[in-house]
């Protein structure tokens, strides 16, 4: 594909496409002259062709318009999982400009609130189980909400369907540049706060594209989504990523291994798309070791570390699917890099190639950029980097430099070109591909009084990749108290994020400077974890 040069979002010598769709809309419409009547869809729920897709999010669209007065720009936030509402309520949003917002389902009221205050949202579109948390949000911030006429429950009489309604069966024009905003997707930040990442047009876009032409995807790829849609793999690297190439996505609500192997057998799903700790736990059963899955063309993986064992499971398992390890983050609108096809055996420990229209170095602390073989932090730039933090200039100041975003993940590029990630600067946790940042959990556990100090790790495990461990220091508490504790995390944060370890010191290990050690910690975790809560 031919590639150019242009300023983006005020960054200067950014490689682009040349031949591109304009807008995120533009693929579907697509599809339409080609694939009308093929599947597009496939929930547990309903199943929608590419031309179902199109008219009811159509009709979504219009209704936006008309009921809520809904216009480019305007923030629409969904509480929904994986259900055939989501993927109709982005290509609404897609037709009028307006920007969704996507909640992760599993995180507190608290933490739900904190996302819906700061993106503004004029629309809310929920499940009708978190009827009662967004109640609480209303007693907690009222502000949070928007009006109650403009609230929608998925399976309450009238709510929903009210969307739905046919005497507005098409929304008025609207003009979709490229540089618009399509999505904010809300991920952790350094002060505990989720920041706001604004993935546009054209940054998802260039993802699709760039999947597309590394993976060699086509017509007739079928994924099954077991990731949320709400995650920008199950959002950009799946969905979206099959409208563009005219496959269909299947989808399942809530991971189980027994289901997702009698699914991929049953639809002879041939595009696998998962972190590690799924395909680990999958093994495990004996459906699983009873079936060939020669069907399987191509397996992605990424989001967590990939061991060798884990790799040559894969390859026993999938004999005839072509193995791609990817790296990418919500600000990068999904792939940083890509393994390519063919690639030596002796490159399986890495993440692959920058993909064709990044631009990545390796930078240390110094801000000089390393050689190959150093060890540094990834300086990410491209189309497909999002193009700012929603209104948060903190974070956009510390996060851009020189048109290059600053990944926070340390790792090394090799003579070849292959990058390879040993470690995050931050003190990130990666439980199953759910990323947790040390410093929330560490803050909901000093709001109790009877705790002095607490310092968070993720301890490694082979299942989860990692496990969250707290260590206490409390003149009170002890192990007796442990459950209590839980208990008070899970009324501020999600039920992953609550730690399962916990550890009680007289005080922390600090440096002459007073900085804890947390490298003491994580080997004093690993060595030590006796005091497991399941």
């Given at each position: 594909m031919l590639i150019s040069e242009v300023e983006l979002f005020g960054r200067r010598n950014i490689r682009v496409y040349a031949n591109r769709p304009k807008n995120i809309q533009d693929i579907l419409t697509k599809q339409l002259s080609i694939n009308k009547e093929k599947e597009a869809i496939v929930t547990e729920e309903r199943k929608l062709t590419f031309e179902e897709l199109d008219r009811l999010s159509n009709l979504i669209a219009a209704n936006l318009q008309k009921k809520c007065s809904v216009q480019k720009g305007d923030r629409i936030a969904t509480i929904i999982g994986n259900r055939y509402q989501f993927p109709l309520l982005v290509f609404a949003c897609v037709k009028l400009g307006a920007i969704l917002v996507p909640v992760n389902v599993k995180l507190s009221a608290d933490e739900k609130a904190y996302i819906l205050s700061h993106s503004d949202v004029k629309v809310i579109v929920s499940e009708s189980k978190y009827e009662s948390e967004l109640n609480h949000i209303k007693v907690i911030n009222e502000k949070a909400l928007p009006e109650t006429d403009n609230i929608?429950?998925?399976?309450?009489?009238?709510?929903?369907?009210?969307?739905?309604?046919?005497?507005?069966?098409?929304?008025?024009?609207?003009?979709?540049?490229?540089?618009?905003?399509?999505?904010?997707?809300?991920?952790?930040?350094?002060?505990?706060?989720?920041?706001?990442?604004?993935?546009?047009h054209i940054g998802v876009i260039h993802s699709l594209m760039n999947y597309q032409s590394i993976f060699n995807t086509i017509s007739t790829m079928k994924t099954l989504i077991a990731v949320p849609m709400f995650h920008v793999t199950g959002l950009v690297g799946q969905l979206l990523h099959m409208v563009y190439v005219g496959g269909t996505s299947y989808s399942?609500?809530?991971?189980?291994?027994?289901?997702?192997?009698?699914?991929?057998?049953?639809?002879?799903?041939?595009?696998?798309?998962?972190?590690?700790?799924?395909?680990?736990?999958?093994?495990?059963?004996?459906?699983?070791?009873?079936?060939?899955?020669?069907?399987?063309?191509?397996?992605?993986?990424?989001?967590?570390?990939?061991y060798k064992q884990t790799y040559n499971l894969l390859q026993h398992a999938f004999p005839n699917a072509e193995l791609h390890n990817a790296y990418g983050s919500t600000e990068t609108s999904s792939p940083a890099t890509l393994m390519p096809r063919g690639y030596p055996e002796?490159?399986?420990?890495?993440?692959?190639?920058?993909?064709?229209?990044?631009?990545?170095?390796?930078?240390n602390a110094e801000g000089v950029e390393c050689k190959p073989g150093e060890i540094g932090e990834l300086y990410i730039k491209?189309?497909?980097?999002?193009?700012?933090?929603?209104?948060?200039?903190?974070a956009n100041f510390r996060s851009f430099t020189d048109g290059?975003?600053?990944?926070?993940?340390?790792?090394?590029?090799?003579?070849?070109?292959?990058?390879?990630?040993?470690?995050?600067?931050?003190?990130?946790?990666?439980?199953?591909?759910?990323?947790?940042?040390?410093?929330?959990?560490?803050?909901?556990?000093?709001?109790?009084?009877?705790?002095?100090?607490?310092?968070?790790?993720?301890?490694?495990?082979?299942?989860?990749g990692e496990r969250v461990k707290a260590f206490v220091v409390s003149d009170s508490l002890h192990e007796a108290d442990i459950p209590a504790i839980q208990e008070h995390c899970h009324n501020y944060l999600a039920k992953y994020k609550v730690p399962e370890l916990f550890e009680f010191l007289d005080e922390l290990p600090r440096n002459a400077s007073g900085k804890i050690l947390k490298n003491t910690l994580k080997e004093r975790g690993e060595k030590d974890v006796k005091r497991v809560v399941k």
């Open positions: 929608f429950f998925t399976e309450e009489a009238n709510s929903f369907e009210k969307l739905m309604d046919k005497s507005n069966p098409t929304p008025c024009t609207t003009d979709i540049e490229e540089v618009d905003p399509a999505f904010i997707l809300y991920t952790s930040g350094t002060t505990g706060k989720p920041k706001g990442a604004v993935l546009s399942m609500e809530r991971y189980q291994n027994k289901k997702y192997i009698e699914l991929i057998l049953r639809h002879r799903i041939n595009f696998l798309f998962n972190v590690p700790t799924i395909f680990i736990m999958m093994s495990s059963e004996e459906e699983f070791k009873n079936h060939t899955f020669d069907f399987v063309t191509k397996v992605a993986y990424g989001g967590a570390p990939i002796d490159k399986v420990a890495s993440v692959g190639l920058a993909v064709p229209v990044a631009n990545i170095r390796i930078m491209g189309p497909m980097v999002i193009q700012e933090y929603w209104r948060n200039e903190e290059y975003w600053q990944s926070g993940d340390i790792g090394t590029v090799d003579e070849e070109g292959y990058f390879y990630i040993l470690d995050r600067k931050k003190d990130m946790i990666n439980r199953g591909g759910e990323k947790i940042f040390s410093i929330e959990v560490e803050d909901v556990l000093k709001k109790l009084e009877s705790i002095r100090e607490a310092a968070v790790i993720g301890i490694p495990d082979p299942i989860y």
